[in-house]
């Protein structure tokens, strides 16, 4: 079995120049051919949708989004009693034979409606078992110290697959349709299953005590994460982020391009600006570890964010929006590398999966409510008014991290004070 490297003597700082271990490169090559995988079979999905007009497509999206949210806690719980490596195994076998069964369903029946209904309920109940047990593997895979570059690698990863998956998606669809994208799907759980089983990790922490229920376990999830005195602020933060910060370029940024009349390629090139301002810091975490003090640099972040957004209602020129995007783009980067590893990293040994559940029903809910909000101030007030409410929103909440001392003050590797862990 593969294992990880012992911790270095005293190693509580961060060791930029060491490199990651073979485990978790393992692991993050499997998790991104499986983000590779789903992203080809969601596209999928709602291409195949599509076809049978509005009401089906949402009711697809909802069979995915409505289980995940009311299973999220307890997939976290399950992960922390069971370990999350075995949740793993257990989801992506699941997912192996339902994918299998999928495509010979599709390629025999096509696509209809109900197939598709029931193919949504099954992805959305296994993420609620597998993001939380997922979410918490680097924890469990590399030392504290090298958690920021560990979490900043997956990021890079990830951007690099959302940005491949689409076109992948629209030529396999159009060659082999659902049938073929479940195929593919099935072959990635696969190679991510045989990785599974040989790594193990090292850094387990104690499994949760069996004496309460589940539900009883998913419930201490909030307990903990709202009582202690880093996680509070840390998942208010990514609350704010998730509803104020997200939403700009997905929503609004299209709905202001089309009201300036700046066109379609405008809006693709403050897409691609964002990303390159969040490469520029993504790939400096994973050369060199954390920058500073997480919980200060994620603070900051939201505010060199929120001055970004505000310069996009107020940009003149499709040049201007452009270069804002660069700066919305670095403080995102210097939000999301910092603050997720900070999370996970201050997160009880026994929470490991119920806090990253937590986390994601956080983001969930957030997004969700506030996608809607922003919706209908754009219809009533304008795609500027919304963006300006989301700068002003994201700037406070920057501002409010800076007033928590125990969220400005925290250095990866070292303990905190934390309330009844």
């Given at each position: 079995?593969?294992?990880?490297?012992?911790?270095?003597?005293g190693g509580?700082?961060?060791?930029?120049?060491?490199?990651?271990?073979?485990?978790?490169?393992?692991?993050l090559a499997?998790?991104?051919?499986?983000?590779?995988?789903?992203?080809?079979?969601?596209?999928?999905?709602?291409?195949?949708?599509?076809?049978?007009?509005?009401?089906?497509?949402?009711?697809?999206?909802?069979?995915?989004?409505?289980?995940?949210?009311?299973?999220?806690?307890?997939?976290?719980?399950?992960?922390?009693?069971?370990?999350?490596?075995?949740?793993?195994?257990?989801?992506?076998?699941?997912?192996?034979?339902?994918?299998?069964?999928?495509?010979?369903?599709?390629?025999?029946?096509?696509?209809?409606?109900?197939?598709?209904?029931?193919?949504?309920?099954?992805?959305?109940?296994?993420?609620?078992?597998?993001?939380?047990?997922?979410?918490?593997?680097?924890?469990?895979?590399?030392?504290?110290?090298?958690?920021?570059?560990?979490?900043?690698?997956?990021?890079?990863?990830?951007?690099?697959?959302?940005?491949?998956?689409?076109?992948?998606?629209?030529?396999?669809?159009?060659?082999?349709?659902?049938?073929?994208?479940?195929?593919?799907?099935?072959?990635?759980?696969?190679?991510?299953?045989?990785?599974?089983?040989?790594?193990?990790?090292?850094?387990?922490?104690?499994?949760?005590?069996?004496?309460?229920?589940?539900?009883?376990?998913?419930?201490?999830?909030?307990?903990?994460?709202?009582?202690?005195?880093?996680?509070?602020?840390?998942?208010?933060?990514?609350?704010?982020?998730?509803?104020?910060?997200?939403?700009?370029?997905?929503?609004?940024?299209?709905?202001?391009?089309?009201?300036e009349d700046?066109?379609?390629?405008?809006?693709?090139?403050?897409?691609?600006?964002?990303?390159?301002?969040?490469?520029?810091?993504?790939?400096?975490?994973?050369?060199?570890?954390?920058?500073?003090?997480?919980?200060?640099?994620?603070?900051?972040?939201?505010?060199?964010?929120?001055?970004?957004?505000?310069?996009?209602?107020?940009?003149?020129?499709?040049?201007?929006?452009?270069?804002?995007?660069?700066?919305?783009?670095?403080?995102?980067?210097?939000?999301?590398?910092?603050?997720?590893?900070?999370?996970?990293?201050?997160?009880?040994?026994?929470?490991?999966?119920?806090?990253?559940?937590?986390?994601?029903?956080?983001?969930?809910?957030?997004?969700?409510?506030?996608?809607?909000?922003?919706?209908?101030?754009?219809?009533?007030?304008?795609?500027?008014?919304?963006?300006?409410?989301?700068?002003?929103?994201?700037?406070?909440?920057?501002?409010?991290?800076?007033?928590?001392?125990?969220?400005?003050?925290?250095?990866?590797?070292?303990?905190?004070?934390?309330?009844?862990?």
């Amino acid at each position: 079995m593969i294992a990880l490297e012992d911790l270095p003597p005293g190693g509580v700082g961060v060791t930029a120049g060491r490199r990651l271990p073979t485990s978790y490169l393992l692991w993050l090559a499997g998790i991104l051919a499986s983000l590779l995988g789903n992203s080809l079979f969601y596209f999928a999905l709602g291409w195949e949708a599509s076809a049978h007009g509005g009401a089906v497509a949402g009711l697809v999206l909802t069979a995915i989004t409505l289980p995940r949210v009311l299973l999220l806690l307890i997939g976290g719980a399950v992960g922390d009693r069971v370990s999350a490596r075995r949740v793993l195994i257990i989801g992506d076998a699941v997912m192996l034979v339902f994918s299998v069964a999928l495509a010979a369903s599709a390629y025999h029946l096509g696509a209809p409606p109900w197939l598709l209904i029931a193919a949504g309920v099954a992805v959305g109940v296994a993420d609620a078992f597998y993001l939380p047990a997922s979410g918490s593997m680097p924890r469990r895979l590399v030392s504290q110290d090298q958690l920021s570059q560990a979490l900043a690698l997956r990021q890079v990863g990830g951007q690099l697959v959302a940005m491949g998956g689409g076109p992948l998606g629209g030529v396999l669809v159009g060659l082999a349709g659902l049938a073929g994208a479940a195929l593919v799907n099935a072959v990635t759980f696969a190679a991510v299953l045989t990785l599974l089983i040989i790594i193990r990790p090292r850094y387990n922490g104690p499994a949760t005590a069996r004496s309460g229920g589940v539900v009883r376990d998913a419930v201490d999830s909030i307990r903990v994460g709202f009582r202690d005195p880093v996680l509070r602020p840390g998942l208010t933060l990514t609350g704010a982020a998730a509803g104020f910060l997200l939403p700009v370029l997905p929503l609004l940024v299209p709905l202001l391009a089309r009201a300036e009349d700046w066109g379609a390629a405008a809006g693709g090139l403050i897409f691609g600006a964002q990303g390159v301002g969040m490469a520029i810091v993504t790939l400096a975490v994973v050369r060199r570890g954390p920058l500073g003090r997480p919980g200060l640099l994620a603070a900051c972040g939201l505010l060199i964010a929120g001055a970004g957004v505000a310069g996009l209602a107020l940009s003149s020129t499709v040049g201007i929006a452009v270069g804002v995007g660069l700066i919305m783009g670095f403080g995102s980067g210097l939000f999301a590398s910092h603050l997720g590893p900070l999370i996970l990293g201050v997160t009880p040994d026994t929470h490991l999966s119920r806090i990253q559940a937590l986390l994601t029903l956080v983001q969930s809910l957030a997004s969700l409510i506030m996608v809607n909000v922003l919706g209908l101030i754009v219809d009533h007030r304008g795609a500027a008014v919304a963006i300006l409410i989301c700068a002003a929103a994201t700037s406070c909440v920057g501002l409010l991290g800076l007033r928590s001392a125990p969220l400005r003050t925290s250095r990866f590797g070292l303990n905190t004070t934390s309330v009844d862990r």
